[in-house]
């Protein structure tokens, strides 16, 4: 066990007070959910109407693993923190309601870059009405040394039974995207290239400012619309199987329907992680807009009753397996 | 970002498998809550009874901060990971239903220390009816050299509007904790004399397998005795000052009333962190039992109208008062 130098002690009240002035706003009439009590209490209490189920999720946030701290700005890594949470929200058609945060500092850190890491994250929460209703904080292991590790945690709400699984996915449905992919791959491979001192952190926001799909996701629920659902945090590839998994089924998806972000390749496209858009499948008779909430909606394939996993056809109509090869190593696992 | 070696791959392949196996139960009938979807998509969903509301905790519990890999058994630091979360649900009179844990690994970890650390959880776990509903798996950053991070949320419920705050304590108001304290300190004093080879951690189950009055905290909800109540994880001195300051009152203790575990000396019992007993206040007219599912419960003092703060009375009568010196070093800050 490490003692906390009084600067780290002073660092994490400050955290503290930071947080709690700026977070816990007022009960809003309408809402559907909302937070009874929040920081300063041994838990926080949550309301959630009648008839209406509670959906959690968890995602870290590590230094070196999920962001590096000469690559991403702290106001960055604070918004990309939330947003992988809020985006798991989304791809349940729930509401999010109030976030959590668990953050360990190392030693030494500059008060600039906690102070830029939560207008980061509580600017996107205010986007989306999302209390910051507590948390955790420590000294994080290492000294000077140490790694800035966070955790949130995402709490929201969905009408009872109607959540969208990954699992509700039948044979024969269509297999939409929504959004461009690959463009968050593009800015990443420039980053490895050292380009991040040329880059423009506000002119690439599909990277460094994603923004989850929740309204998307809501209109998706509300319309009886999406049968399954996942977001694309690993990559189309990766994601697409775990649909495949949680529903027991192959999928078939046309190379020339997918929707390449301007720069990207189909290849970044395919398994590019941290797009944050959702898929969803639907039936083949259901009329799909083909914009919802600002958000492009592109039909790229369907699900088949196959245990030949997820296929990919080319333009010429070949066929092949689509490897799931989204960037585990890079955003690790998520749940 | 950190490429994550296969054998690290399988490793958090290995966890998800394992926590997926043993500890998504069954939904129980009776039970006030329930988990209806666990690990394996976007997010859990959480079924809460009508009239009751959600509470919500999170803590970390970071290697060299909260815990050492050569004083703490893997199974131990499963089981403290887990009983933090479960000992804040107490404190507000809830009953844990669910935990979801984020968990990032060094390198080269040893497989028999996640299974041991799990093992650890989801023992207690079950013990308190609690389902793992899900989590996040990452690399440490660092490597080999990385530290073993983990963060417990842990999600209950309470009748709306019953759940115990910090706040309720009222002027007059009897002081009450539960247990002995001190016993956790006295191991880590031993630990930090560097005697860990030679204690017996099942022997010492105080430190390294405490139990959370979940129990005692209901039972005091449910028959409406505590108007206030906190659990002491920071020790009864920091935790007492948490609970005047968000009551806004102050609050006198009697030196020779305070439970001092055996082996403890007063010092210990009044600052030492992490006994996981309760501390609550109630009306001085209401009966309290001295004994309530299994704990003993000791009147050690009362609430004061006084801007005094916590203020401690020696046995010939002389008062001053009580620095709160509980182990922030040591458990670093919980909300």
Chains 1, 2 share one sequence.
């Not at 509401?95 to 500059?110: D, E, H, I, M, N």
Request: proline share 5%; with cysteine.
């Amino acid at each position: 066990m490490v003692a906390v130098p009084s600067s780290e002690k002073s660092l994490i009240r400050h955290i503290r007070e930071l947080a709690k002035a700026k977070a816990v706003r007022p009960l809003r009439a309408g809402r559907q959910s909302t937070v009874a009590l929040g920081i300063g209490d041994d838990t926080a209490i949550l309301q959630v109407p009648v008839g209406h189920e509670v959906l959690i999720t968890t995602d870290f946030s590590l230094e070196g693993v999920h962001f590096r701290r000469d690559w991403h700005p702290a106001d960055s890594v604070g918004h990309r923190c939330l947003a992988r949470g809020l985006s798991d929200i989304a791809a349940m058609g729930g509401t999010p309601v109030a976030a959590f945060l668990s953050l360990a500092l190392p030693a030494k850190l500059p008060r600039a870059w906690v102070e830029g890491f939560l207008h980061g994250l509580l600017a996107l929460a205010g986007e989306h009405g999302v209390t910051l209703a507590g948390g955790d904080t420590a000294q994080a292991p290492g000294g000077a040394e140490g790694k800035i590790l966070a955790d949130i945690v995402v709490v929201g709400s969905a009408p009872r039974g109607e959540a969208v699984r990954r699992s509700g996915a039948r044979a024969g449905d269509a297999i939409y995207v929504t959004g461009r992919l690959g463009a968050s791959a593009v800015v990443l491979d420039r980053l490895y290239r050292k380009e991040n001192k040329s880059l423009n952190t506000k002119q690439h926001a599909e990277h460094f400012y994603p923004s989850p799909r929740v309204a998307v996701g809501r209109y998706l629920r509300e319309k009886g619309i999406s049968r399954a659902m996942i977001d694309l945090s690993d990559g189309l590839s990766t994601d697409l199987h775990h649909l495949c998994e949680e529903s027991r089924l192959g999928a078939m998806v046309y190379e020339d329907r997918i929707p390449v972000a301007r720069g990207a390749t189909l290849k970044q496209a395919l398994h590019g992680g941290e797009d944050y858009e959702l898929l969803f499948t639907a039936s083949p008779k259901r009329a799909v807009p083909a914009m919802i909430e600002g958000a492009p909606v592109t039909r790229i394939g369907e699900m088949q009753r196959s245990s030949a996993g997820v296929m990919i056809a080319s333009g010429t109509g070949k066929s092949s397996r689509l490897q799931p090869l989204g960037w585990e190593h890079f955003t690790s696992r998520k749940r």
